[in-house]
């Protein structure tokens, strides 16, 4: 392998794993939010049961996410000098905006989401969750901004010595991709979110196990999916009509997988050989790919890659994009799937009963992240051979490291973020098979399966109370931590430290 493909081999590996985390957290954030935001409005503890458990799972994932993107950052100055010195200019910028903005934020708050619970007024903690995740979507927008930059760049000049130079921040900053590929990552960030939480909701409810926080946690979720999936594909065309299309015409053609412009069917499968410029075996779908592509005459073939770029040294690696694509899409129609077949059985009000149902999506957990992952491989190897898409070739970018070295930190990597992912899914094992009822010390009761009358208990007043009430026929002893401290407790406690 050469240097260049090392470097980038060791990126791919860095960024997919960094990846899995946002892909999870952001809108883990999100539910969060929504979730202490019920509590705090109708006091059913069974929200607050929800917070506190998914926040576990968010709290490890952030952590995570964060030592993995900084490793990142690391890799532009160490094997991409290159590209650091010449965008510098742009890029360094926009990720300082990151820092001020994401980081700080999320530095400020984040200790008051994971440990401020019973300890500040409600009011606070609210404010805290909101503030947390409004810090994972500045993060995720000013990350887009540079990526979409790169993919179709504008408001620059480039100096004599080959240097980015900035002539307009509005135009670098709303590039002709980032506002679609920004409403497209922050839906596909909710539904994979929203797909682990189903997923892990449908375990208890095949267990029959904290039936009040399964049932309420899978509605939700599956709600939220029926309801933005039909968005997301929507949205998910109009990239691709309106960004792929119009900046980026090799790499449309590499997602289609066709050498020649002589079809109107879409390649379920391709076995290619990019030497060759041809494919080895396919599964063709006549007239698909026209109907796809709304042309209803099918008269229209599909661009091939040769004749779209005849140049074998600046076409994209077909495979790699085909499969990426792939990935996202068929991923996408399983969760498409999922949330409209979710319509029937709720319908019928066999949502929480139908076990079959419940298997697949359970099994269906990691299909949102593995969407996203393939969504991104698409979109990183379809600009090759540029890494800013027709200004920087690659190759050009790279640092100049013995290959040596790059083998044992790729070898390095590999092992490391393996442990750490098997550590963090070992993580979520151990916490759904302890369950969301020992989250905290102490009692909050659920006392019934009835999702309107979750908890009466809340409005007692006393924790003492709660713990006392009996659980109802199918009720399950929720346990917590001290009473949230309420703005009226919190203005008590206050008054009696002063007197």
Same mark, same amino acid.
């Given at each position: 392998?050469?240097?260049?493909?090392?470097?980038? @081999?060791?990126?791919?590996?860095?960024?997919?794993?960094?990846?899995?985390?946002?892909?999870?957290? /952001?809108?883990?954030?999100?539910?969060?939010?929504? /979730?202490?935001? @019920?509590?705090?409005?109708?006091?059913?503890p069974v929200y607050l049961q929800m917070f506190r458990f998914w926040r576990r799972i968010f709290g490890v994932g952030f952590a995570l996410g964060v030592v993995a993107g900084a490793v990142l950052t690391f890799e532009f100055g160490l094997n991409w000098g290159v590209f650091s010195r010449v965008t510098g200019p742009i890029i360094g910028p926009i990720i300082a905006m990151e820092v001020v903005t994401a980081f700080f934020v999320e530095a400020g708050f984040i200790g008051i989401l994971l440990y401020g619970d019973g300890?500040?007024?409600?009011?606070? !903690?609210?404010?805290?969750?909101?503030? %947390?995740?409004?810090?994972?979507?500045?993060?995720?927008? &000013?990350? @887009?901004?540079?990526?979409?930059?790169?993919?179709?760049?504008?408001?620059?000049?480039?100096?004599?010595?080959?240097?980015? /130079?900035?002539?307009?921040?509005?135009?670098?900053?709303?590039?002709?991709?980032? *506002?679609?590929?920004?409403?497209? !990552?922050?839906? $596909?960030?909710?539904?994979?979110?929203?797909?682990? #939480?189903?997923?892990?909701?449908? &375990?208890?409810?095949?267990?029959?196990?904290? @039936?009040?926080?399964?049932?309420?946690?899978?509605? !939700?979720? #599956?709600?939220?999916?029926?309801?933005?999936?039909?968005?997301?594909?929507?949205?998910?065309?109009?990239?691709a009509l309106e960004v792929v299309v119009e900046h980026q015409m090799p790499k449309f053609a590499a997602i289609e997988g066709h050498w020649q412009t002589d079809s109107n069917g879409y390649n379920l499968l391709i076995v290619t050989d990019q030497a060759d410029q041809e494919n080895l075996a396919d599964v063709e779908v006549p007239f698909l790919g026209a109907l796809i592509g709304q042309d209803l005459t099918g008269q229209n073939f599909l661009p091939g890659l040769n004749d779209v770029e005849p140049d074998p040294d600046?076409? *994209?690696?077909?495979?790699?994009?085909?499969?990426?694509?792939?990935?996202?899409?068929?991923?996408?129609?399983?969760?498409?799937?999922?949330?409209?077949?979710? +319509?029937? *059985?709720?319908?019928?009000?066999?949502?929480?009963?139908?076990?079959?149902?419940?298997?697949?999506?359970?099994?269906?957990?990691? %299909?949102?992240?593995?969407?996203?992952?393939?969504? &991104?491989?698409?979109?990183?190897?379809?600009?090759?051979?540029?890494?800013?898409?027709?200004?920087?070739?690659?190759?050009?970018? +790279?640092?100049?490291?013995?290959?040596?070295?790059?083998?044992?930190? +790729?070898?390095?990597?590999?092992?490391?973020?393996? +442990?750490?992912?098997?550590?963090?899914?070992?993580?979520?094992? &151990?916490?759904?098979?302890?369950?969301?009822?020992?989250?905290? *010390?102490?009692?909050?009761?659920?006392?019934?399966?009835?999702?309107?009358?979750?908890?009466?208990?809340?409005?007692?007043?006393?924790?003492?109370?709660?713990?006392?009430?009996?659980?109802?026929?199918?009720?399950?002893?929720?346990?917590?931590?001290?009473?949230?401290?309420?703005?009226?407790? $919190?203005?008590?406690?206050?008054?009696?430290?002063?007197?």
């Amino acid at each position: 392998m050469t240097l260049e493909d090392l470097s980038r @081999l060791q990126f791919a590996l860095t960024a997919i794993f960094h990846i899995m985390f946002p892909a999870m957290t /952001v809108g883990l954030s999100v539910f969060l939010t929504v /979730v202490y935001g @019920l509590y705090w409005k109708t006091r059913r503890p069974v929200y607050l049961q929800m917070f506190r458990f998914w926040r576990r799972i968010f709290g490890v994932g952030f952590a995570l996410g964060v030592v993995a993107g900084a490793v990142l950052t690391f890799e532009f100055g160490l094997n991409w000098g290159v590209f650091s010195r010449v965008t510098g200019p742009i890029i360094g910028p926009i990720i300082a905006m990151e820092v001020v903005t994401a980081f700080f934020v999320e530095a400020g708050f984040i200790g008051i989401l994971l440990y401020g619970d019973g300890r500040v007024k409600e009011r606070t !903690m609210f404010v805290s969750t909101l503030l %947390v995740s409004i810090g994972t979507l500045l993060s995720t927008t &000013w990350i @887009l901004i540079a990526n979409s930059w790169m993919q179709t760049p504008a408001g620059f000049a480039i100096a004599d010595d080959g240097t980015f /130079v900035p002539t307009n921040w509005l135009e670098i900053i709303f590039n002709p991709s980032f *506002p679609l590929r920004f409403l497209h !990552m922050f839906l $596909a960030v909710l539904i994979s979110a929203s797909t682990f #939480i189903i997923g892990i909701a449908a &375990w208890y409810l095949i267990r029959g196990r904290s @039936l009040p926080f399964a049932k309420r946690s899978f509605s !939700m979720a #599956i709600g939220v999916l029926a309801v933005l999936l039909p968005i997301q594909i929507s949205v998910g065309d109009d990239v691709a009509l309106e960004v792929v299309v119009e900046h980026q015409m090799p790499k449309f053609a590499a997602i289609e997988g066709h050498w020649q412009t002589d079809s109107n069917g879409y390649n379920l499968l391709i076995v290619t050989d990019q030497a060759d410029q041809e494919n080895l075996a396919d599964v063709e779908v006549p007239f698909l790919g026209a109907l796809i592509g709304q042309d209803l005459t099918g008269q229209n073939f599909l661009p091939g890659l040769n004749d779209v770029e005849p140049d074998p040294d600046l076409q *994209p690696p077909m495979w790699m994009t085909f499969w990426g694509f792939r990935l996202m899409f068929y991923g996408s129609m399983v969760l498409f799937g999922i949330a409209m077949a979710g +319509v029937v *059985p709720r319908l019928r009000g066999r949502l929480f009963t139908s076990h079959r149902f419940h298997k697949v999506c359970m099994w269906s957990a990691p %299909v949102g992240i593995l969407a996203i992952i393939g969504g &991104w491989v698409t979109a990183e190897t379809g600009r090759q051979p540029w890494v800013v898409y027709g200004r920087l070739r690659t190759e050009d970018a +790279v640092s100049d490291l013995a290959p040596a070295h790059l083998v044992f930190s +790729v070898i390095g990597f590999v092992v490391l973020y393996a +442990v750490m992912l098997a550590a963090y899914i070992g993580y979520i094992v &151990w916490a759904v098979r302890r369950g969301p009822e020992h989250d905290r *010390p102490g009692a909050i009761i659920a006392d019934d399966d009835d999702l309107d009358d979750l908890d009466a208990e809340a409005t007692a007043g006393s924790t003492g109370a709660a713990a006392s009430a009996s659980v109802g026929s199918g009720g399950t002893p929720v346990t917590g931590g001290s009473p949230p401290m309420t703005d009226g407790n $919190a203005e008590a406690a206050e008054g009696r430290a002063e007197s």
